[in-house]
């Protein structure tokens, strides 16, 4: 991540939860598919919807929107699943929208503030700014993998 | 050695092949009846000791080939009846088989030989050896120079042109292995003779270029030695001349050390004089006695030349002719080379791509059954062809299927053949005596399970040695046979294999078994059926061995044979009568990868029940299901009654229907405990793929994996033996997470 930062360029896939915009690392994107046929798992948390069948692997589905309360969580034939590969790992997220895919200097990224995300800023990488746009930057694979995600085994248990 | 050909590729090929030698070799040494051996026993591990051998001079493992040097001879004078076979022969030769196996690991760069264990095993097969000198035959005192050249094979090796090889690198190689006269190059073909005096033996050289060569490339003419024919009778070549017309003296100086690495005694004709004196004066036994007495001494006299022919018929899939004898006069048997019909029956294939097979196969089948679900709902007048050729497709698609799926399917022969050598060491230690048999070792089973198996099975064998079966003269005394009868057997039943392992010692004892849970503040109960009381010694830390002796007692164990079955997704039954003996079998499923499930529907999902779990499904009439302070629920099922759960409370979907009377119930069994599954309906059996969740996912409670339907979505595959254990628990407990 620390490449990430200090690298000249940084490419990233932008999507929006409510009227928010987060960027992830585009090579983190494994392909952006529609929302369809899960199958919910048992006493999962409510933001886990469930497993699809990508292409025969079972992949977890994680809704963003319940998850940091955002956006309208209705499920549609517009509904978009970001499909992310991860330490190995495929998880789909779903979100309001994707936007576009934008290139970030390093002069366009700020640290992030110590308040106001709905999430735990350890998971930001920091703040975009592309003239009025403000993209928040998250480390996508620290999310996911995290303990508050529930998406792996707890290590120590 | 110097060769051209880069030999480190099939040095992998040599390591595994001398394992599967070793593990022959004492797999026979354990079969061997000490009274009277079968001579074929004793030529297989021979033969055996002798594969190794050749193959670590090849591949330069001098320290292997030297230790297989010496166990090969004493091994060849007891197939000769020189000497009689002792019961301590064989345990030196188990020993020996030991340090061949450490060395090999060692070359493999897994651990550190241990050279005091070398020397000591060195030690012992050298005394064995050195005994019995002082009484066999006093024909050490050939005339050395005898040895000398003429030994040698002499004759053109013909190798055919291979567009894959440059043929003629290979004059360093053969150089390696004799003397090379003439090369004479066919310059149309590609074909190269080379006219070659051999240092060793035909059948090192012919191993070695099959490395490189097809072996139908490489043809051997022999040519008549120091201008005598070589005789048909393999008696004879022993009295011919020792001049070397064609080059004289050569092999005069070539150190013996060398040869004896090399030379290869299932070739006949001319090693006796080949060896070293105390080799000469078993393998040369009877060469050296008057002619005239030749025909009474069939031992001595027939062997050379019946040896290959031994050879052959005992083990026709290793052994091919590769040389047809160029006709005419000069003949000599067929030299039993490396298997050309081995190569061509079987290959080595690594796991992972059978894996990748399976797995693609496993798709091949889901689009399969999407598609034929499809196509069901066409009109079969307007779609007829497209129907056909989708039921076509589904034919070939479970043929396709089951062949891959047999790709990985071992015989479970090669857990069970540790069997033999364990047992024989723990019942000497244990001073027990106890006959071990082995039943269905031919049941085939996933290669995944084979390896996975060696373990608990080791664990449970120990223990019916240590706990089960009784000192003989307990035994006497109890009115038992002094020997104790130790049986693995395996089988089919059902979806599954069954593999048990059963003593006729004394059992377990319940009285001990509950005392000790009560020590341990266990919650138990003289009421307890036996069935209950013997899964306690499945409780970790559970032992009631008298005293811990260094086989078994830690108490450690047991949970975790059970755990590793559970993991595999078998179960563990214990039977056992006091005094009698006591029988644990494994249950496993087929394979890991495909498993025949009854799929179910609760609510919108489906789910699917492994089919070996469900021992029954029954549409309850209402006064069936009763409540047991008010929130308990049980089902009389035939006056027994069982602990129902209904499924949509546990994965907390919201149900089609809520009243019993109108949905079903299925009964399963885990662990030997059943109870009633409540559901919606049942939708049918199907063969699914196992998926795993925690690829991508975790574990979750209640679901051992899950499967794609025909229509693509997914299904969770139940996890009885938890459902059923957290029904006998807590049933609250389902619904919140399992801590991992």
Redesign the interface.
């Known amino acids: 991540m620390e490449q990430m930062l200090n690298g000249a360029n940084q490419e990233l896939l932008v999507f929006t939860l409510g009227a928010e915009e987060y960027g992830i690392d585009i090579l983190k994107v494994q392909e952006i598919r529609g929302y369809d046929?899960v199958?919910?798992?048992?006493?999962?948390p409510a933001f886990i919807k469930?497993?699809?069948?990508l292409?025969?692997?079972?992949?977890?589905i994680v809704d963003m929107r319940i998850k940091f309360n955002l956006g309208n969580v209705t499920y549609d034939q517009f509904t978009v699943v970001i499909i992310l590969s991860l330490v190995g790992?495929?998880?789909g997220i779903v979100v309001d929208g994707v936007s576009d895919v934008v290139t970030l200097t390093q002069e366009q990224v700020r640290p992030a503030p110590e308040f106001g995300a709905a999430l735990d800023t350890s998971f930001m990488r920091g703040l975009g700014s592309i003239e009025e746009r403000m993209i928040i930057l998250l480390d996508i694979e620290k999310l996911m993998t995290s303990e508050e995600m529930?998406?792996?085994?707890?290590v120590a248990? | 050695m110097t060769m051209t050909i880069d030999m480190s590729q099939f040095i992998g090929v040599f390591f595994d092949e001398a394992a599967e030698h070793l593990a022959n070799m004492e797999s026979l040494l354990l079969q061997l009846d000490l009274a009277s051996p079968d001579d074929e026993s004793l030529n297989a591990i021979f033969r055996a000791a002798h594969s190794i051998k050749g193959g670590a001079a090849t591949f330069g493992f001098s320290d292997l080939a030297d230790v297989t040097h010496i166990l090969e001879n004493l091994l060849d004078r007891l197939r000769k009846h020189e000497l009689p076979l002792q019961a301590v022969m064989v345990d030196v030769f188990l020993q020996a088989g030991d340090v061949l196996r450490s060395m090999l690991d060692a070359h493999r760069g897994f651990g550190v030989v241990d050279d005091t264990a070398i020397a000591g095993v060195t030690a012992r097969l050298e005394q064995l050896a050195a005994v019995h000198d002082s009484a066999a035959p006093p024909v050490h005192e050939e005339p050395p120079k005898d040895r000398a050249g003429d030994g040698r094979l002499t004759g053109w090796l013909h190798i055919g042109a291979d567009p894959q090889c440059d043929t003629r690198n290979f004059l360093d190689s053969l150089q390696a292995h004799g003397h090379v006269h003439e090369v004479d190059e066919a310059a149309r073909s590609g074909s190269v003779r080379y006219r070659m005096t051999l240092r060793g033996p035909l059948e090192d050289l012919l191993s070695e270029l099959e490395f490189a060569l097809a072996p139908e490339a490489i043809r051997w003419e022999a040519l008549p030695v120091g201008g005598m024919a070589v005789k048909d009778d393999g008696a004879q070549p022993v009295r011919l001349s020792p001049a070397q017309d064609d080059d004289p003296g050569y092999g005069f100086f070539e150190p013996l050390a060398q040869d004896s690495a090399e030379e290869n005694a299932a070739y006949g004709f001319f090693e006796p004089l080949d060896k070293e004196s105390d080799d000469t004066a078993a393998q040369g036994y009877g060469f050296f006695v008057p002619p005239e007495s030749l025909p009474v001494v069939p031992d001595a006299s027939s062997r050379p030349a019946d040896e290959p022919v031994l050879a052959s018929s005992s083990a026709p899939d290793r052994e091919v002719a590769v040389s047809e004898s160029s006709g005419g006069g000069t003949t000599r048997p067929a030299v039993p080379g490396k298997s050309v019909a081995v190569h061509e029956t079987s290959i080595r294939v690594g796991v992972e791509k059978v894996d990748q097979l399976l797995n693609l196969v496993g798709e091949l089948v889901i689009t399969q059954s999407m598609l034929a679900q499809n196509v069901g709902v066409l009109d079969p007048a307007l779609y007829g062809h497209l129907i056909s050729g989708v039921q076509q497709l589904e034919r070939n698609t479970r043929e396709l299927q089951e062949s891959v799926m047999s790709i990985r399917m071992m015989p479970i022969s090669s857990v069970f053949n540790r069997f033999p050598r364990l047992v024989h060491d723990l019942a000497a230690k244990l001073d027990k005596k106890v006959e071990l048999r082995m039943l269905g070792e031919q049941t085939e089973l996933d290669k995944g399970f084979i390896e996975k198996l060696a373990d608990p099975l080791t664990h449970l064998v120990r223990n019916s040695l240590d706990h089960g079966i009784e000192a003989p003269e307990v035994r006497l005394a109890a009115g038992k046979a002094e020997t104790g009868t130790l049986t693995l057997k395996a089988f089919h039943r059902g979806g599954s294999i069954v593999i048990e392992v059963r003593d006729d010692g004394a059992g377990l004892h319940r009285e001990r078994i509950l005392a000790k849970a009560r020590e341990r503040g266990m919650p138990v109960s003289d009421a307890m059926t036996d069935g209950e009381v013997w899964q306690l010694i499945f409780e970790a830390g559970f032992s009631t061995a008298a005293e811990v002796t260094d086989v078994s007692g830690r108490g450690v164990g047991m949970d975790v044979v059970r755990r590793n079955i559970q993991a595999m997704g078998g179960r563990i039954e214990i039977e056992s009568m006091q005094g009698v003996g006591s029988t644990i079998s494994i249950r496993l499923p087929l394979t890991l990868a495909i498993l025949d499930g009854m799929s179910i529907q609760v609510g919108s999902e489906i789910y699917i029940i492994p089919l070996s779990f469900i021992v029954e499904s029954l549409q309850p009439v209402r006064e069936m299901v009763k409540t047991v302070t008010g929130q308990g629920r049980v089902i009389n099922v035939r006056g027994e009654y069982l602990p129902v759960v209904a499924l949509h409370e546990v994965f907390h979907v919201e149900p089609r229907i809520a009243e019993f009377h109108q949905g079903l119930i299925i009964i399963v069994e885990a662990d030997g405990q059943k109870i009633a599954l409540f559901v919606d309906d049942l939708l049918g059996q199907h063969q699914v793929v196992v998926k795993n969740l925690e690829t991508n996912y975790r574990r979750v409670a209640g679901v051992a994996g899950a499967t794609i339907m025909g229509d693509g979505r997914v299904a969770f595959i139940l996890d009885v033996s938890t459902l059923v254990r957290l029904a006998q628990s807590k049933p609250q407990q389902v619904q919140e997470r399992e801590p991992a």
């Open positions: 046929a199958t919910s798992i048992a006493n999962a469930g497993v699809i069948n292409r025969g692997h079972i992949v977890p790992r495929t998880v529930a998406l792996v085994e707890e248990a």
